[in-house]
């Protein structure tokens, strides 16, 4: 028996966030199955029927719990003004806000502000309100992702729907539809930075498309703040192979993450910095360790997409996305974890330092393969850190270049 769910198809960002959530929900009750890139969107093959049941009670459940989290954080970050403006900072206490950032909350949180204080506010409305529709609806994911469900749930953008619904016919399924916001697509159509407002023809998706993109993103995806709020990206690993297990997918999503950066990065260095982090936390070592012996022989790609800040309260610009190969920024985390190689210390100190070409030119050399640059960005950055101990400082080079050797060559 072979149950297959599709994605609607609305693009590479909200469809692959739609695909770590469905693999988060059916992973963790111990479904097996296999996900199948398409050229817009994900074909999923179940080996047996989930209970649809319990996989929509776990999605309700877990958002929920992302939206508590982001009620603990403005809860916090108002107190935190009153202190600043009291002249009472507590360094413990920003500890504390740091460590909620890096929550599925946080990830929603930092996400949504992007959309300005009153577009983030009706977002977490939204999703609030489909919560409490979800219980109430036929949990049957697999007879709603079917191959014709953008043309039955009547999505996309009104033209294209209507011009599609002319030659094609099917039985429209009548739904409530909402505005697909920015952080799940990292577009939407003719987005006018100038009025900072949608186009009256944005995209429309149902209740489903949307709080499952939103758990994909607070489960899944790299989310950082950076600067003062000048930027913020968001980081998502792809699976690209012909096939892959829904469990590898679930194991990727370790690479989650949210919080701040001490500065706006360039993206491909924030690709290289939000990876490394992960790597270097204590309390996920372990785990990660164990999560790079399986994936990083796998094919991935990261999607990397960044907003950057017109006005103060005022929504974000989507300035870029790119799409990088995976294969060599895993492998070059595993094999320098291996060697006990603190890269993710020499990428810290070349962002206070302010050396942020050098650590773009690490990273995409890292990503591309290139040794000469990935040479360059390493004599860079030591003559940046200035380390006193010279012969460390030399064996150091030395293993980095036999590692780059090693792994640009295959």
């Given at each position: 028996?072979?149950?297959?769910?599709?994605?609607?198809?609305?693009?590479?960002?909200?469809?692959?966030?739609?695909?770590?959530?469905?693999?988060?929900?059916?992973?963790?009750?111990?479904?097996?199955?296999?996900?199948?890139?398409?050229?817009?969107?994900?074909?999923?093959?179940?080996?047996?029927?989930?209970?649809?049941?319990?996989?929509?009670?776990?999605?309700?459940?877990?958002?929920?719990?992302?939206?508590?989290?982001?009620?603990?954080?403005?809860?916090?970050?108002?107190?935190?003004?009153?202190?600043?403006?009291?002249?009472?900072?507590?360094?413990?206490?920003?500890?504390?806000?740091?460590?909620?950032?890096?929550?599925?909350g946080g990830r929603l949180h930092i996400a949504v502000e992007s959309q300005g204080v009153i577009n983030a506010?009706?977002?977490?409305?939204?999703?609030?309100?489909i919560l409490e529709k979800l219980s109430s609806l036929n949990p049957n994911l697999s007879s709603v992702y079917?191959?014709?469900?953008?043309?039955?749930?009547?999505?996309?953008?009104?033209?294209?729907?209507?011009?599609?619904?002319?030659?094609?016919?099917?039985k429209k399924v009548k739904v409530e539809k909402y505005t697909a916001p920015l952080p799940i697509i990292g577009?939407?159509?003719?987005?006018?930075?100038?009025?900072?407002?949608?186009?009256?023809?944005?995209?429309?998706?149902?209740?489903?498309?949307?709080?499952?993109?939103?758990?994909?993103?607070?489960?899944?995806?790299?989310?950082?703040?950076?600067?003062?709020?000048?930027?913020?990206?968001?980081?998502?690993?792809?699976?690209?192979?012909?096939?892959?297990?829904?469990?590898?997918?679930?194991?990727?999503?370790?690479?989650?993450?949210?919080?701040?950066?001490?500065?706006?990065?360039?993206?491909?260095?924030?690709?290289?910095?939000?990876?490394?982090?992960?790597?270097?936390?204590?309390?996920?070592?372990?785990?990660?360790?164990?999560?790079?012996?399986?994936?990083?022989?796998?094919?991935?790609?990261?999607?990397?997409?960044?907003?950057?800040?017109?006005?103060?309260?005022?929504?974000?610009?989507?300035?870029?996305?790119?799409?990088?190969?995976?294969?060599?920024?895993?492998?070059?985390?595993?094999?320098?974890?291996?060697?006990?190689?603190?890269?993710?210390?020499?990428?810290?100190?070349?962002?206070?330092?302010?050396?942020?070409?050098?650590?773009?030119?690490?990273?995409?050399?890292?990503?591309?393969?290139?040794?000469?640059?990935?040479?360059?960005?390493?004599?860079?950055?030591?003559?940046?850190?200035?380390?006193?101990?010279?012969?460390?400082?030399?064996?150091?080079?030395?293993?980095?270049?036999?590692?780059?050797?090693?792994?640009?060559?295959?």
């Open positions: 028996m072979c149950i297959r769910l599709f994605t609607p198809g609305h693009g590479k960002i909200m469809d692959t966030l739609i695909c770590h959530g469905l693999a988060y929900l059916l992973s963790t009750h111990g479904y097996e199955g296999e996900v199948i890139p398409m050229d817009r969107r994900y074909l999923i093959e179940l080996r047996e029927e989930p209970d649809w049941q319990l996989i929509v009670n776990r999605l309700v459940e877990d958002l929920m719990e992302a939206l508590e989290y982001y009620d603990t954080i403005n809860r916090l970050i108002k107190e935190r003004q009153i202190a600043i403006k009291n002249r009472d900072r507590d360094r413990e206490f920003e500890k504390v806000l740091r460590a909620y950032m890096n929550t599925e506010r009706k977002s977490v409305q939204k999703l609030r309100r079917t191959e014709d469900h953008v043309l039955r749930y009547g999505e996309g953008r009104s033209k294209i729907v209507s011009a599609a619904r002319r030659t094609v016919r099917v577009f939407a159509g003719k987005y006018m930075t100038g009025l900072y407002e949608y186009a009256s023809d944005s995209l429309k998706i149902c209740h489903w498309d949307l709080a499952l993109s939103w758990l994909g993103l607070c489960r899944s995806a790299a989310v950082l703040r950076e600067g003062r709020g000048d930027g913020i990206s968001i980081i998502l690993l792809r699976p690209i192979a012909p096939s892959t297990p829904l469990s590898e997918i679930h194991l990727a999503q370790s690479f989650a993450l949210g919080g701040q950066t001490q500065t706006s990065l360039p993206l491909a260095a924030a690709v290289l910095f939000s990876i490394l982090r992960v790597g270097e936390i204590p309390e996920l070592e372990e785990e990660i360790g164990r999560v790079l012996e399986t994936i990083a022989s796998s094919r991935w790609s990261v999607i990397a997409y960044r907003f950057e800040k017109q006005q103060p309260r005022r929504p974000y610009a989507i300035r870029r996305i790119s799409e990088y190969p995976a294969f060599r920024l895993l492998q070059f985390l595993k094999e320098s974890r291996r060697k006990s190689i603190n890269l993710y210390g020499i990428a810290r100190i070349l962002m206070q330092n302010g050396d942020l070409d050098v650590l773009e030119l690490m990273a995409e050399s890292i990503i591309y393969g290139n040794l000469d640059g990935f040479a360059n960005s390493i004599k860079a950055a030591f003559t940046s850190l200035s380390l006193s101990a010279k012969e460390n400082t030399r064996l150091l080079k030395e293993e980095l270049a036999e590692l780059a050797i090693k792994l640009f060559s295959t």
